[in-house]
Structure formats: structure tokens, C-alpha cells
């Protein structure tokens, strides 16, 4: 996972509902870091959109495990999908910054 030294969110309001904006300061310092953290969220990713993609199995209770409750799936499942929307738009970001770090190296070399 990404190093964060901050990390802030702010909710906008339109029509359609809210939208959050994440906001994310990195502590990758160089290519090799970036590259390091990288692999290392593809790996926490593959294994979170799997974790979804069972749980979102378990709506149908004819699908459950024995003795687990319709809302305890609808919670995790909840709490799965925002943590994922939390890494993609830090995946996002953090391609940004990289690229920004890499012209900002260059132009002071």
C-alpha cells in the first residue's frame, strides 16, 4: 500500500447525491519506491476484489454460509466497495504525483 504522510477528504454535493474527493500525500520518493508500492497494491487489490466478488454471492441467502445474517453481508460488502473506491482513487493519485516527482527530476537535473 502507498506510503500516506496525509490524507483529507471533502464531500461535494449535486444533484445526484454526494460525491467524496479523496486527497493524498505521498511518501514515495523515488521510482523504485513507487514501482515497490505499486506491486503492492495490485497484490492488496487482486485479493480485496475477490473478497467482493464472494461476498457479493452471499446477497442471495440460499448462497450464505450456514448462520450468517443478511445484514452482516450487506455491511462487510459496504465496507469492501468503499475501501476499494479508497484505493483506486489513491492508485489515481499517486500516478499523478509520480509523474509529476519524474518531470520535476528532470527538469532540476
Known sequence: MYTIENMSTTNEWTDNGSITHYHFIFGFKTKEQYLDETDDWKAEYK?????IRKYKLYRKPKNRPEGM????????????????RLMNAMRVQAKVEAGRRMVQHQAAA
Not at 69 to 84: D, I, N, P
Open 47 to 51: 485479493e480485496l476484489s475477490a473478497r
Open 69 to 84: 445474517e443478511g445484514w452482516k453481508v450487506f455491511s462487510t460488502l459496504g465496507t469492501m466497495q468503499e475501501r476499494a
